[in-house]
């Protein structure tokens, strides 16, 4: 019956009322991109009518423009790779985190301290350790800051049940502050408030160029946490009692798993990835460190963790998208002489139907006849 | 049925991303090579790039752009010959801006904020053949690299200019005996106030100048200066006016961005404080129309103009560029119905008394520090706090402090008698 019924609404369009909503089992993999990328175009039509109405342009030109801000040149193209990167990092940080219900929003925290840590490394032993060795105490120093910024609230909530949302927000504010008193410290130069970039001349602490990329590393580096993560989660005993942890800590308690520990654990992980993040940030992209460093992407990839479900490989696409959004905005202010606001409605437009799109794939109402065609 | 759909989708993205590699492939090769500058040779097409931190809605980018525009206009510049890029952080997005201008074929780049700096200066070392301007910066010299300048107005005249219409008001208003016990110290000094953005010495030469304008016109004042350590905080900047306000200070003077102070004045004189502002950057009427006598403003066209019509010509830039109302680079905005009678004509007297260099800012029988005058002051050249380097230089000489012409980024940074920072240090 439901069959059948799904059959007709199917042919009547989904943009019918709906008769009923329920939460789907799962979907098909290909079938809920074909619904996320059907979100996409609906999106581009009312964005191209709103920016018709507001604007007077060719939608169309307005599109090529923004492509062109993320993949007009190859340098573009290479800054658009970092950007993604650099969120994609984030992401992969979050996912443990989330998938296990532990909403660790102070990712932001997290990368700054990392980042200090790595500027840190760069001015006291940039010109005191041979590169692979700064490299290694880089790595350590950022993993260990990051580390220890994520444990603090997993430890309070496995000791005394404290809320971790607010916890780890409220450690993005200790983080900023720690880092403005870096900047006033290390500015350079003096009285400029600013630290300006580390090694200039002589590079120290900064990333390698790889095939003849500045960013190539960056590139290497995050996909290799990302399927790490994937794998962690996926197949590893660990990432098993994270996902029941997530599901329900009853049951984890139940079956054994000592929840407490697993908050910890997975805590330090996901703080030592940011703190890496921050690593990435200030010796492979930025060369200095300043309260932007983070730059609200630690945010961002709350977007970004939650839009991929968790999932480290999607979230790669979904950074991909969001950064071109942010490209594309930043050159149509730029050619068209629109204002920033302009092309953060489009931006806004565009998240708002991927976002609502998942929707449509969490929940089941007209679709579900087809839903069982394609599997 | 499905899968159709989804082949058709996917094969569409497929042909969008070839049209992305196609495209990028195009713009990769077309940086053009006859676009290599020839030394002393003319280049009329010149083609300019402009980093700004905000866009027109934002007060200090709003005056580089209308300047750049001015600029453009007088030397018939074609519109593609500007790339402007707007809402530029100062973090690795300005260098990444500054590389993507010089891909757009740009010969001639501007930033327009202090933090831009050190990441024009990190193009300016890849690109030696694109000349790079960091507006208000101070490191062209010490980066030692031959493609890098700074530029700033002698925005210190203007102060002085603006000190000496707030001090004609004062002058009105202790004759109309207007003033109360309130508005005096201890002393017998009229107090007035400054809200200061952070305690460098940009803002230490602008308070100065400010206070030395008002006391050549009535001896006995007194200066509070409160610092907000931002640019641009509209409810910092409010509060700071206010405070100065309580403290019985009857001009409210400004090195801060916002409309904050000025607003807060207005507020202030509608429940019966008698205070005055003066402003930066615009003329404040528009928030503060009982209370605003004048701002203190650069007219940015001016080096706009001289830089690109110098790289025209084929020649190089200065390193340092400062001019004041010599070159009309500073002003103050249209005196307000407030200001008191007979300023036009003492401001003009002034404005042509500094233009003919009888008037010097810094004149050091003018100022005092520790109760002595001040006959030598070596100024930091080479941006490492100390002044006792080879490369730092006397900046005192012929009688006064000469300020923006050693380095073109104010180093006044004496701290004289009679003002006071209520929270530096």
Known sequence: MQYEAGKISAKKKHREPLLRIAKRDSMPLLLSWGIRIIAVLLSLVVCAVVIYAITRM??????????????????????????????????????????????????????????????????YLGDVLPTPALFLVMIITSCLAGALWGVIPAVFKSRWGTNETLFTLMMNYVAIQITSYCVALWENPPGSNYVGIIHPQTKAGWFPSLFGQQYMLNVILVLALAVGMFIYLRSTKHGYEISVVGQSESTARYAGINV??????????????????????????????????????????????????????????????????????????????????????????????????????????????????VA | MNRKVLSVLLAVAMVFCMFALSACADTGDKKDPDSGKDEGTANEDIKIGAILLGDENEGYTAAHIDGIKKAAENLNLKEDQIVWRYSVPENENCYDAAMELVDAGCELIFSNSFGHQTYMQQAASEV????????????????????????????????????????????????????????????????????????????????????LGIQSVVENVAMQVQFTNSWFDITAEGEAANMLMANGCVIIGQHADSTGAPAAVQAAHENGTLAFSVGYNIDMQ???????????????????????????????????????????????????????????????????????????????????????????????????????????????????????????????????????????D
């Open chain 2, 128 to 211: 030696p053949d694109v000349t790079f301007v960091a507006m208000t910066g101070d490191t062209a010299v010490t980066s030692g690299l031959d493609n890098l300048c700074n530029a700033f107005t002698k925005i210190y005249q203007s102060r002085y200019v603006s000190g000496v219409v707030a001090g004609m008001k004062l002058a009105e208003l202790e004759k109309d005996e207007k003033l109360t016990e309130d508005n005096y110290d201890e002393d017998g000094n009229i107090l007035v106030g400054y809200v200061g953005a952070y305690p460098y010495a940009e803002v230490i030469s602008g308070y100065t100048a400010f206070f």
């Open chain 1, 58 to 123: 060719n939608p169309l030109k307005v599109y090529g423009a923004m492509f062109e801000g993320a993949f007009g040149s190859e340098r573009k193209i290479w800054i658009t790779i970092r950007d993604t990167v650099s969120l994609l990092c984030i992401g992969v940080a979050l996912a443990p985190a989330f998938k296990m219900r532990f909403w660790n929003i102070g990712a932001e925290g997290q990368v700054l301290v990392g980042g200090i840590a790595t500027a840190a490394c760069m001015i």
């Open chain 1, 260 to 373: 407490g520990k697993v908050f910890v654990r997975t805590m330090l992980i996901s703080g030592a990835v940011a703190g890496l993040t921050g690593f990435i940030a200030v010796s492979g992209s930025s060369h200095t460190i300043s309260v932007n460093t983070a730059g609200g992407r630690g945010f961002t990839a709350i977007i970004v963790a939650w839009m991929a479900k968790f999932n480290t490989m999607t979230m790669i696409i979904i950074s991909l998208l969001l950064i071109f959004l942010e490209k594309g905005a930043n050159e149509i202010a730029s050619q068209f002489n629109l204002n920033d606001f302009a092309s953060q409605i489009i931006t806004g437009i565009i998240l708002f139907f991927i976002i609502g799109s998942e929707f449509f794939i969490n929940y089941q109402m007209i679709w579900r006849g087809k839903n069982k065609e």
């Open chain 2, 286 to 424: 528009s928030v503060a129309p009982d209370v605003a006598l004048t701002s203190a403003t650069n007219n940015w066209a001016v080096y706009y103009e001289y830089a690109i019509s110098t790289m025209q010509k084929g020649e190089t830039l200065p390193k340092n560029w400062a001019e004041g109302f010599e070159q009309d680079a500073v002003a103050i905005t249209e005196l307000s119905a407030a200001c008191a009678e007979g300023t036009e004509e003492k401001v003009e007297e002034v404005i042509s008394a500094i233009k003919a260099g009888e008037l010097h800012v810094f004149d050091i029988t003018k100022f005092t520090v520790d109760g002595k005058q001040v006959d030598s002051c070596v100024v930091d050249l080479n941006n490492n706090l100390q002044n006792t380097d080879p490369e730092d230089k006397e900046a005192i000489w012929d009688g006064y402090f000469h300020e923006s012409e050693l380095r073109s980024a104010p180093s006044f940074a004496l701290n004289i008698d009679g003002i006071t920072k209520l929270n530096a």
